[in-house]
């Protein structure tokens, strides 16, 4: 079974940064897809940013120039750079890796990480 590990969430103070870590073990195929998203109380969850096997990156607008999603492919490890944080970014953020193999793709996540910005 794929394991997600996520690490790096906690509280800071409006404009201060996170760095948020996940790291996937037992996998089987190639990943695809890495990346994260985010659910604050009472929404739904929704794109944070998502990087492919290639490189090509892709940001919620709410994030753009604050946030770097990147990955480690010898480490199947995604991470998040969380600059200039603001209250609105408070949530759980969760990790998704897509895999594929034998022409399917599976979506696994991560078991989430609380991010609190306190203005």
């Known amino acids: 079974q794929v394991q997600l590990v996520e690490s790096g969430g906690g509280l800071v103070q409006d404009g201060g940064s996170l760095r948020l870590s996940c790291a996937a073990s037992k996998i089987f195929g190639s990943i695809n897809a890495m990346g994260w998203y985010r659910q604050a109380p009472g929404r739904q969850r929704e794109l944070v940013a998502d990087i492919t096997d290639g490189g090509n990156t892709n940001y919620a607008d709410s994030v753009k120039g604050r946030f770097t999603v990147s990955r480690d492919n010898a480490k199947n490890t995604v991470y998040l750079q969380m600059n200039s944080l603001q209250p609105e970014d408070t949530a759980v953020y969760y990790c998704?890796?897509?895999?594929?193999?034998?022409?399917?793709?599976?979506?696994?996540w991560g078991q989430g990480t609380q991010v609190t910005v306190s203005s």
């Open positions: 998704k890796v897509q895999l594929r193999r034998l022409g399917y793709q599976y979506d696994y």
